[in-house]
């Protein structure tokens, strides 16, 4: 079954087209990179697939639930880690997970099984009882994801999550975000283009608003004829550009 | 509700837990009240009499609500803590009563120390200290409605100048705490007049004195006040919600 499935979508902001008639589909389980240059339409894409921006033609489907029918159900499948930490600061850790685990509806208890799952799995345990906005920018990563997965969402929505963040803290992060391949599907926007072909099943480009091309990382190099993702890409955007 | 709740409680811990909060919220109105206490006892005229002063400095200190609360909801915009609960199933109410409920029992609590400072100083005991705190709610309504709408419309660095700078001294000039507007007259007082905070002060000096039967008048300017920000708060949540 597919998880997302998008037909038409588009968004105008006055006479920009932001996203220009966009249709895709994403598998269940599959983690899918959407890559492009700045204003080629990514955000604007993935607002309005978790329901933040209403879409001015075309609908999207969430597991079969629509982002302009049906939003409040969409919005009980979804989870976004957004590219900015958005973590409570004076809170502990526990406490930012608790508040996301009881507004998806959680009880104590549940919240706690919540939470003492997802601990171990994003090893979290060390830094429990620590204020969030004390932590390294690794550490609110992996936290902005746990604040994300708590709400145990099917489709999660991964926006730049290792932005800014140094080359171990990006390697551990990409290890959590590997263990979770398969559990739930992950939309993942990305300007790094190792990470897009280390962690993805399949890479979209977008360009202009519009969907320039879909396939592995392999299948954009050859439709390309470049060695490498970001010699594709490059060729991609430069050809949007014109 | 309970979503509502756990977005309040959330926000109470926020607030509470930042020391500069704790210190301005609280701690300058007292040193306030201390510094001007003291001043009075060394000139022989009654320039800052504790019955006029106390009642006049706890709707001074409400004006911190309104930075606390703008702070904190400029920062939630700003790191994207409030976009990430926009995709989740909370409500546009649970955000309203999540960011307002907290502030009510924190004005009024902030209201209640004054007062309780104010009597260590010398100020006299009377039940009618718990009415000069009940008075305050409409009062509290007005700055906690402000700082929803300047959180909702203003950067965190724009809120620290109109709500820390701004509106507390705005409600420090045009209040007649320090000095009676009467006095200056003109201009000064007519705009004094028009803004709630001098008919608030009125109003908890009128409790404290127990002629609050002939303050009802103000009563309704800042009731007024109070509906009127409210209305505008929400409304301008609500479209920097839609615009998110």
């Given at each position: 079954m597919n998880a997302i499935e998008i037909k038409g979508l588009t968004k105008r902001y006055g006479?920009?087209?932001?996203?220009?008639?966009?249709?895709?589909?994403?598998?269940?389980?599959?983690?899918?990179?959407?890559?492009?240059?700045?204003?080629?339409?990514?955000?604007?894409?993935?607002?309005?697939?978790?329901?933040?921006?209403r879409p001015d033609g075309g609908d999207a489907l969430l597991l079969g639930k629509s982002v302009i029918r049906e939003a409040e159900e969409v919005k009980k499948l979804l989870a976004v880690s957004p590219q900015e930490t958005a973590v409570a600061p004076k809170l502990t850790v526990r406490e930012n997970l608790e508040l996301m685990a009881g507004i998806s509806g959680a009880g104590k208890e549940e919240s706690k099984r919540r939470i003492d799952a997802l601990s171990g799995q994003l090893g979290l345990e060390e830094v429990l009882i620590r204020p969030a906005g004390k932590l390294s920018g690794g550490w609110q990563r992996r936290l902005s994801i746990a604040m994300a997965l708590i709400l145990e969402p099917k489709i999660l929505f991964l926006d730049e999550p290792t932005l800014g963040l140094d080359v171990l803290a990006r390697s551990a992060l990409w290890e959590v975000i590997r263990g979770l391949k398969g559990e739930l599907t992950m939309i993942l926007t990305t300007h790094y283009m190792e990470e897009a072909e280390e962690l993805s099943d399949r890479i979209g480009v977008m360009g202009a608003g519009q969907l320039l091309q879909v396939g592995t990382a392999a299948e954009l190099k050859a439709a390309t004829g470049t060695d490498t993702l970001e010699k594709a890409f490059i060729a991609l955007a430069k050809e949007a550009a014109k | 509700m309970r979503k509502a709740m756990l977005l309040a409680k959330r926000n109470a811990k926020e607030i509470l837990r930042d020391p500069l909060n704790l210190f301005f919220g609280l701690g300058f109105p007292l040193v306030l009240l201390g510094l001007l206490t003291a001043i009075q006892s060394n000139v022989p005229k009654e320039l800052f009499t504790l019955d006029q002063l106390a009642p006049g400095i706890t709707v001074f200190g409400l004006a911190f609500m309104s930075l606390f609360s703008a702070t904190l909801i400029s920062k939630d915009r700003t790191s994207a803590l409030l976009l990430r609960l926009y995709t989740t199933p909370l409500r546009p109410v649970d955000y309203i009563l999540g960011y307002t409920l907290p502030m009510v029992p924190i004005a009024l609590a902030q209201t209640a120390i004054t007062l309780v400072f104010g009597l260590i100083l010398g100020l006299t005991w009377t039940p009618r200290l718990l009415l000069c705190v009940l008075v305050n709610l409409p009062a509290s309504l007005i700055f906690i409605a402000l700082g929803l709408l300047c959180g909702s419309l203003l950067t965190d660095k724009q809120v620290g100048g109109v709500c820390g700078a701004l509106l507390t001294n705005l409600t420090g000039w045009f209040a007649g705490i320090w000095f009676d507007v009467a006095l200056v007259g003109g201009v000064f007082a007519a705009i004094a007049k028009a803004l709630p905070f001098y008919h608030a002060v009125e109003l908890a000096k009128a409790a404290y004195a127990g002629t609050l039967g002939s303050a009802l008048a103000h009563l309704w300017v800042v009731l007024a006040w109070a509906v009127g920000l409210s209305v505008a708060a929400v409304w301008a949540f609500l479209r920097q919600m839609r615009k998110n």
């Open positions: 006479d920009l087209t932001a996203v220009n008639s966009l249709d895709l589909t994403v598998r269940q389980g599959e983690l899918f990179a959407l890559l492009g240059v700045n204003g080629a339409g990514k955000t604007t894409t993935i607002k309005m697939l978790s329901c933040l921006t | -």
